[in-house]
């Protein structure tokens, strides 16, 4: 493939963090010496272009009015919950029992899991996104039906098999023993291969034995490059359950600390109802947060607390956790994290701003996975996933975004009132 060259607006983010805006930009994307798309440079059409345009076998793709942004990243969702979407319950424990588990009982059948991966890779990459941690269900096979349709399509996907050995119907309750050895045979089988990753993931710790937590935490220092992912805090009910079955941990994080599951590349969804010395712990073992403002207010289980979170300086990126979480959309992500952000902070006036919620979906998204440099930004050396976005998908989008007066407000107008339109394109960085 030759040097592919970009004309458009562009975004990427800096170091810190802040937002960097090309009105008039030049993305050059060619592959390496293992055939995977990169970024060769990223900047202002006007400063790069005498160096890129006219090399040999150089093609220019020119997208007026578009903008050209990292792929999202997706730091917590469940491909099996695709079709639980908007299932009405009274809370997390009860929309389990009564919706989820029953549901992902049917990914025992490779040919079912097979037809649930594709829909929900094709959505994904409507919707922008071109990475995902993803939980799979207990049966192995549900692992293999998702990471061959990934790789087919040659993304960057991380997913595992759900440990569960308690407190799970038939269906999905696994053995203690055998789903440690599924989950060893899986990390050699995927971990590493072509884009994708495995992670250890037990469901949460009330469906776990302390024998399968064990294990879990093993195999996490086995294979320190593998992620281990789960959920904790997020529903007062489950706390006081995690309370009951482990009494000797101070709370519910140190029930993963004691078992060697809070580490780099640990990532727990939701994390809401925090101390100071959870907050710290987090931060002290480089372990993650993921933020899933739409399925914390679908199921009412409360607000991630962002002052105390950055006071703390641990790391965390924006999720959708579909099916608890109500969208595929970034937009819709972020749209939430801002309105959840007011709801807990307006007193003490913070408004998380436009681009630090899209750096949360992308470049800190990498970040808090341990991919920084890798994806969720267009800076040389990146992975080339990104998307071609049209501000002007609908008449109020096209009206707001051009009455911006800064990057703030252009952001902003796309967040508030954005959604799977904004896509016009997704574009994966294909080895090969
Ligand atoms: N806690 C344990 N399992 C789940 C799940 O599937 N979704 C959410 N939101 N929380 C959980
Ligand atoms: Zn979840």
């Not at 990532?267 to 907050?279: F, N, P, Q, S, T």
């Not at 913070?350 to 992308?362: A, D, R, Y």
């Not at 989008?397 to 508030?416: C, G, N, P, W």
């Not at 959604?419 to 294909?430: F, G, N, P, Y």
Request: with cysteine; proline share 5%.
């Amino acid at each position: 493939m030759p040097t592919q060259i970009y004309r458009s607006a562009l975004l990427r983010f800096a170091d810190d963090g802040s937002p960097l805006y090309d009105s008039d930009g030049l993305l050059a994307v060619a592959p390496d010496a293992h055939g995977q798309q990169r970024v060769l440079a990223a900047g202002s059409w006007q400063a790069l272009q005498a160096q890129f345009v006219g090399l040999p076998g150089a093609q220019v793709v020119h997208l007026p009015g578009k903008l050209l942004a990292p792929g999202f990243v997706d730091m917590h969702i469940h491909y099996p919950q695709t079709d639980v979407i908007g299932a009405p319950a009274d809370g997390l424990l009860p929309w389990l029992e009564h919706y989820t588990f029953p549901h992902e009982a049917r990914f025992h059948d490779r040919a079912y899991a097979d037809g649930v991966a594709e829909f929900f890779i094709d959505e994904l990459l409507r919707n922008g996104v071109t990475t995902a941690l993803t939980f799979a269900t207990s049966h192995p096979a549900s692992v293999d039906a998702i990471l061959t349709a990934a790789q087919q399509r040659g993304m960057r996907m991380i997913a595992g098999k759900v440990l569960q050995d308690r407190h799970s119907p038939d269906g999905v309750r696994d053995d203690t023993e055998q789903g440690l050895i599924d989950t060893d045979t899986l990390i050699q089988r995927w971990h590493g291969v072509d884009r994708l990753g495995y992670a250890i993931t037990p469901r949460f710790a009330p469906t776990s034995s302390e024998a399968q937590l064990r294990g879990a935490g093993a195999l996490a220092a086995q294979y320190p490059d593998v992620w281990v992912h789960s959920h904790a805090s997020e529903n007062l009910d489950e706390i006081r359950w995690v309370r009951e079955l482990y009494p000797q941990a101070r709370s519910y994080l140190d029930v993963y600390h004691g078992f060697g599951l809070m580490r780099e590349r640990a990532v727990y969804a939701h994390c809401i109802w925090l101390d100071a010395a959870d907050r710290a712990l987090l931060r002290e073992t480089g372990t993650a947060a993921a933020i899933s403002p739409t399925s914390n207010l679908f199921l009412s289980s409360g607000y991630f607390d962002y002052l105390q979170a950055d006071a703390a300086g641990f790391r965390y990126g924006l999720a959708s956790d579909v099916g608890g979480g109500m969208s595929f959309s970034p937009f819709r992500t972020m749209q939430a994290a801002y309105v959840v952000g007011r709801e807990q902070h307006s007193k003490q006036g913070l408004s998380l701003k436009p681009g630090q919620l899209w750096w949360q979906h992308t470049a800190g998204a990498a970040r808090a996975l341990g991919l920084e440099g890798v994806i969720g930004n267009l800076q040389r050396g990146c992975e080339a996933d990104f998307v071609v976005i049209n501000p002007a998908c609908t008449p109020l989008l096209a009206r707001k975004t051009q009455q911006a007066a800064s990057l703030d407000e252009l952001l902003f107008a796309m967040i508030v009132l954005g959604d799977d339109r904004l896509i016009e394109q997704t574009i994966v960085s294909q080895a090969k």
